[in-house]
């Protein structure tokens, strides 16, 4: 198993009120190349801060410690930095997000003034290039070329679509522009690229749905446009901020059963970030549990259900209500 | 056998949508008895939100028929509704929505006791700190404003308003769909104990059937706005006979507890 | 506290509001500084400014003190244009809220009213209301008012139209309120805040067309203007031009300092508001 990347030490804090507000304390884990890796919690628990630090998307405000380091195989060099509208233009100089390249000879990657990130080894022992206390705007302007930029090296699929599409666009035109920034294909490939991953992602009638606007479309439809607008660019990982939160269960199903396949197909590695533990653990090989901006508990899928090490897996675990679980209401006295 | 507390008949409520008319509820019956939860499941845009307003006299029905307490609720207008909206209360999906965002948690429990003139001003105060303990708040809480405090505690809130006016019936429109998995059992063991003790029947809507599960006596499964199945909740979630019965207990998450699932997942 | 600093860090604002402060301390001071009447003569005629310390901004054609003048007449443009505005903002606010809670018959009504009113320059409409109903200051004031509440009325209907559709208006339904308090107790405190917004420009306007009535002689007669000021100082406008210019420019300044603090408080709470 080689790791994606790795999270040492990750500490994020939000300005609110004059106060600052801990979102994440002290996380460190691996995400593995080709895995399907879920952060579940409760709200308040820090997931979502935790999957905006991955993607780089954290608000300006916020003060970012500790370090992510990616290791991506194969980088493509940069096409072009024209933020999509899709999804917002990574910013890795927030933060320390520093990149090193595995498989590929060093020579292949042109180091800057801060060469010492490159020396980092894929199996991560001590971070040489790391910093404490929020870095900010150290990144050479070299090194960010190749550090993963999003919508090309990461997908990010919202909790609600309508917010994450523009209204006044053609769900089309949206999926093509992200294959036309970051792909460097010509407007009518763009156009044919977005046809065949509307075709992917299960759209009805994927012609019909080209010219289509956001709102002539279902909750799940436009769920599934977003996740062909991620996926468009052929991204290392995809990240699923909640994304079937905002669905009816049925259509939830159909979403996770997408998303599996998706990302079988690509070899892509799947950052599942969900409140519910049950829908990650149909659908992810590990488990991290967060509380309180903190990592609890972190393990494999059958070990985190069957058997929790820590009292708040179990909690959740206790709390969730399936249609197994012993009935809260006593259905003896209960007649018509 | 009580009559029941609500019994609707043949309800249809359609709207337009361009030079089209879509049935948003079509002629859909079903009776509640009073102390007992009746759950509407179905995805979204089954018409579950549409039947919630439509008992509530929130929209206007375009034919069928709404008993409520024996008499005919559809007849009722101005203030003999509004004295008899004592009786049919709501709970909204988003507890922050539900509240005037400039309301303090006092005023929003002091409206219904005054406007039903259950008590007298002077006597309100101990009545709204009495209500919060019902609910599992402390007293203090009061001089609280609405978007100060937790999702859950909103929530808890928005049920002290309805239970404040002593109703028979309670409409809950997916009322613990947006709380975390561990608050959403406390407000789900809360509605159960108010139930117990007050016999108030429960409208539940919702489309988990994990939860309708766990607190419904009979589920109502709704398809396009036409009633898919009806009958006792366990049995028609165990075996459910309907298509869209069937895909909504193959799409709800389970949990095996006990399996090594996903282990064989991962090689 | 914070809106407060925020405010304070506009420049432009706090521009706006030394001039308002400078106002208001000039009509509160007016009786102090010039007690009896402002109109009673007080020297020779025409006296340039800066040429009699006691009468330092210099005397009309009938020898009326000009500072003191200032001075009274800051107080009537102050008053008309608050009171104005004030009115204007009630009743657009009111007739908006319920149109659009209402809805149906009592919405087209009511819009078809404001419509007409809107049609009608509202400048014309002030001048024709004064010269039937004859000049007092309480009339200018309504006269000024009925041209100016169509626009906070449009605003609070539109305003409302979105905030009828909320959950808690339906929770107000629900237990059982009535639908007046409905409207004005949940309803219309939220839809304020952009109809408020209006009233910077409302107010400045106010003050410019109470000027322009006095102007044309449709102003309280028993009271000094600034706009009459002006129309007085017109027939002698090239031999003592500063007559106009002095009322002219303390205009310009009252209007400016209006809208640019008025500008500043919904700027500093637009934020807030967009913050939490």
Do not use: C
Not at chain 1, 26 to 38: K, M, N, Y
Not at chain 2, 108 to 123: K, M, N, Q, T
Not at chain 2, 152 to 177: K, M
Not at chain 3, 15 to 41: E, H, K, N, R
Request: proline fraction near 5%; avoid cysteine; charged fraction near 20%.
């Amino acid at each position: 198993m080689t790791a994606l990347l790795s999270i040492r030490d990750l500490t994020v804090t939000y300005r609110r009120d004059g106060s600052e507000v801990a979102a994440l304390k002290h996380v460190s884990l691996d995400v593995a190349a080709g895995e399907r890796f879920a952060i579940i919690g409760e709200s308040g628990s820090g997931k979502s801060t935790l999957a905006l630090a991955i993607a780089g998307l954290l608000p300006g405000s916020s003060k970012v410690g500790g370090s992510i380091v990616w290791k991506l195989p194969n980088l493509r060099s940069p096409h072009s930095f024209a933020p999509p509208s899709v999804l917002p233009d990574i910013s890795p100089t927030r933060g320390e997000i520093g990149s090193s390249v595995a498989g590929t000879p060093p020579a292949a990657l042109e180091i800057g003034e801060s060469g010492n990130d490159s020396a980092i080894s894929p199996q991560v022992g001590e971070m040489s290039g790391r910093t404490e206390g929020g870095a900010t705007d150290r990144q050479p302007a070299s090194l960010r070329d190749h550090t993963p930029l999003g919508g090309r090296d990461i997908g990010f699929v919202f909790q609600d679509p309508s917010a994450s599409l523009d209204p006044v666009m053609a769900v089309g035109e949206q999926v093509a522009e992200v294959a036309h920034t970051h792909l460097g294909l010509t407007w009518s490939q763009s156009y044919a690229k977005a046809k065949t991953l509307l075709e992917r992602v299960r759209l009805p009638d994927p012609d019909a749905a080209l010219r289509a606007y956001p709102h002539q479309l279902s909750g799940g439809q436009k769920q599934r446009v977003a996740i062909a607008a991620a996926i468009a660019a052929g991204p290392k990982l995809l990240i699923a901020d909640e994304a079937t939160s905002a669905l009816d269960t049925i259509v939830q199903a159909e979403i996770v059963a997408l998303i599996r396949q998706l990302v079988a197909e690509d070899g892509m590695t799947l950052l599942f970030v969900s409140h519910d533990i049950a829908l990650a653990a149909e659908l992810a090989e590990r488990i991290a549990v967060f509380r309180h901006g903190e990592l609890v508990e972190l393990g494999a899928t059958a070990q985190i259900i069957a058997s929790p090490r820590h009292a708040y897996t179990r909690a959740l675990l206790d709390a969730h209500l399936g249609l197994d679980t012993e009935p809260l209401l006593q259905q003896a006295g209960a007649s018509r | 056998m009580s009559s029941p507390i609500l019994a609707i008949s043949g309800l249809t409520k359609r709207y337009r949508r361009g030079s089209r008319t879509i049935a948003a509820v079509d002629d859909i019956s079903f009776h509640i008895e009073p102390g007992e939860t009746l759950a509407l499941a179905g995805p979204s845009g089954s018409g579950k939100s549409t039947i919630a307003r439509l008992v509530l006299r929130l929209i206007e029905p375009d034919a069928g028929h709404i008993e409520f307490e024996g008499g005919d609720f559809l007849s009722l207008n101005g203030a003999v509704l509004r004295a008899r909206r004592a009786h049919l209360q709501m709970v909204f999906q988003d507890p922050l929505a539900a509240f005037n965002p400039r309301a303090s948690v006092a005023r929003v429990l002091d409206d219904p006791l005054r406007i039903h003139g259950i008590a007298a001003r002077s006597e309100r105060p101990r009545r709204i700190a009495a209500l919060l303990e019902r609910v599992g708040l402390s007293a203090d809480l009061a001089a609280r404003a609405i978007h100060e405090i937790s999702g859950g505690q909103r929530q808890r809130i928005a049920i002290a308003r309805a239970i404040a006016t002593n109703p028979s019936l309670i409409v809950l429109d997916e009322a613990v769909s947006a709380l975390d998995v561990s608050v959403r059992r406390q407000i789900l063991q809360l509605l159960l104990d108010l139930q117990r003790q007050e016999r108030i029947a429960y409208l539940f809507i919702s489309h988990d059937l994990g939860v309708i599960s766990a607190i419904a006596h009979h589920v109502v499964i709704l398809d396009a706005g036409r009633v898919a199945e009806s009958g006792n909740a366990r049995t028609v979630i165990g075996a459910p006979q309907s298509a869209i019965g069937k895909a909504l207990v193959a799409a709800a998450p389970k949990l095996n507890r006990t399996s090594t699932q996903g282990a064989a997942d991962r090689q | 506290m914070n809106p407060l600093r925020r405010f304070l860090r506009a420049r432009e604002a706090v521009a706006g509001a030394i001039i308002l402060v400078a106002l208001f301390a000039m009509a509160l001071t007016a009786s102090l500084f010039f007690p009896g009447d402002p109109q009673a003569i007080a020297g020779p005629a025409l006296l340039p400014p800066f040429q009699d310390w006691s009468l330092p901004l210099g005397t009309d054609r009938l020898g009326r003190d000009v500072m003191a003048e200032l001075f009274h007449g800051a107080g009537t443009s102050l008053v008309v244009g608050l009171a104005a505005a004030a009115a204007a903002l009630a009743v657009g606010a009111i007739v908006g809220t319920l149109a659009g809670f209402a809805g149906g018959l009592v919405d087209e009504v009511l819009m078809r009213i404001t419509d007409a009113f809107q049609t009608v320059p509202s400048f014309l409409l002030a001048l024709a209301f004064v010269s039937i109903v004859g000049p007092s200051l309480g009339v200018v004031v309504t006269a000024i008012a009925l041209g100016a509440w169509t626009g906070p009325a449009r605003v609070a209907r539109a305003e409302v139209l979105s905030i009828r559709e909320r959950d808690f208006v339906a929770g107000a339904r629900v237990i059982g309120m009535h639908p007046l308090e409905i409207a004005f107790r949940e309803v219309l405190p939220n839809a304020l805040p952009p109809v408020l917004a209006l009233s910077s420009v409302i107010v400045a306007a106010a003050i410019l067309t109470e000027a322009a009535l006095s102007f044309l002689g449709l102003g309280d007669p028993n009271r000094v203007t600034w706009g009459g000021m002006i129309a007085e100082g017109r027939a002698v406008l090239r031999t003592a031009p500063f007559l106009s210019i002095i009322p002219g420019v303390a205009l310009v300044l009252t209007v400016l300092g209006v809208y640019l603090a008025g500008e500043g408080v919904v700027e500093t709470t637009a934020v807030r508001r967009s913050l939490s």
